[in-house]
């Protein structure tokens, strides 16, 4: 695992498909990946960047709002299953992990903990549906047709900070 660091970026444009599933359904959604990569292709638009998973509204107890996306170079309209969205500019803290999804809880923490030491404030504001982020990823570095170990997946989480 990288050490955490703060990181700038441009806005995104991109799209996907949106779930709202329970933290035992994350890998239901995640593995929809190809289905967005397909809708692109049939549209003739390339990707501009590796896939991410968007968490835009967190309840682990409950539900997630998951955007599994891949970004575009420019802006694209979505339909049927695919929406279109825009990951914001902004600083974001990040952490780049080598390991199993599965692991990817433990980083999480270790960014959200390593964060607090440092006085940070995430982008981010409760809500009855849970905490909503303005931008909180999972960019998947890997390509599981190149790379098929799953422990050798190198995941980066880039999580927005307040401005």
């Known amino acids: 695992m990288s050490v955490p660091e703060i990181m700038t970026r441009a806005e995104q444009p991109y799209v996907a498909i949106r779930g709202h599933v329970s933290m035992a359904e994350i890998g239901a959604l995640a593995v929809r990946t190809p289905e967005v990569f397909a809708w692109l292709g049939a549209r003739g638009v390339s990707p501009a960047g590796p896939p991410f998973l968007k968490y835009n509204v967190i ?25 279109a969205g825009v990951v914001p500019a902004g600083r974001y803290a990040t952490l780049t992990h080598v390991g199993h999804p599965s692991e990817l809880v433990g980083a999480t923490k270790t960014l ?21 982020w303005g931008s909180r990823l999972e960019i998947s570095l890997t390509d599981p047709r190149q790379e098929p170990d799953m422990s050798k997946w190198v995941t980066q989480l880039a999580f927005r900070l307040a401005d």
């Open 112 to 132: 959200l903990d390593w964060a607090a030491d440092q006085g940070l404030t995430w982008d981010m504001s409760p809500g009855e549906t849970g905490e909503r």
């Open 59 to 83: 309840d682990m107890m409950r539900q997630l709002e998951i955007d599994n996306g891949v970004p575009v170079a420019a802006p694209v309209d979505g339909d049927g299953d695919v929406i």
